[in-house]
C-alpha cells in the first residue's frame, strides 16, 4: 500500500474481485461438469480479466505522487581517462 490504503483498496478490487466473482457464480450453479462443460468458461473469463485488471492495476493506480524539485549537484565526468575536474549538473 506504501502509504495510500485507497489505492491499495482499488488495486485489490480490480485483481480479485473478477476471479471470486467468477468463482462464486461458479458455485451457486453448481454444475456436474465433465470432458466439454460450458460453464468452464465462467472461472476462465474471471481468470482473463483478473489479468486485465492486473495490467488496469499497473497503468492507472501503480503512480505515487512526487514533489517536483530541482537541485544542482556536483558530479565527476564520465569518460575517458583524460577527462579530469567536476562539473554541476542539474537534477529534476
Not at 27 to 32: I, K, R, S, T, Y
Not at 60 to 81: A, K
Amino acid at each position: 500500500a506504501h502509504g495510500w490504503p485507497g489505492d491499495a483498496a482499488k488495486s485489490f478490487l480490480v485483481r480479485a474481485v473478477p476471479l471470486g466473482l467468477s468463482y462464486a457464480i461458479f458455485a451457486l450453479l453448481h454444475p456436474e461438469c465433465s470432458e466439454g462443460c460450458s460453464e468452464l468458461l465462467i472461472p476462465f473469463t474471471g481468470l482473463i480479466l483478473s489479468g486485465a485488471g492486473v495490467v488496469a492495476d499497473w497503468a492507472f493506480f501503480s503512480t505515487e505522487t512526487i514533489q517536483p524539485r530541482i537541485s544542482v549537484r556536483p558530479t565527476l565526468p564520465m569518460g575517458d581517462r583524460s577527462s579530469r575536474g567536476l562539473a554541476l549538473a542539474w537534477r529534476f
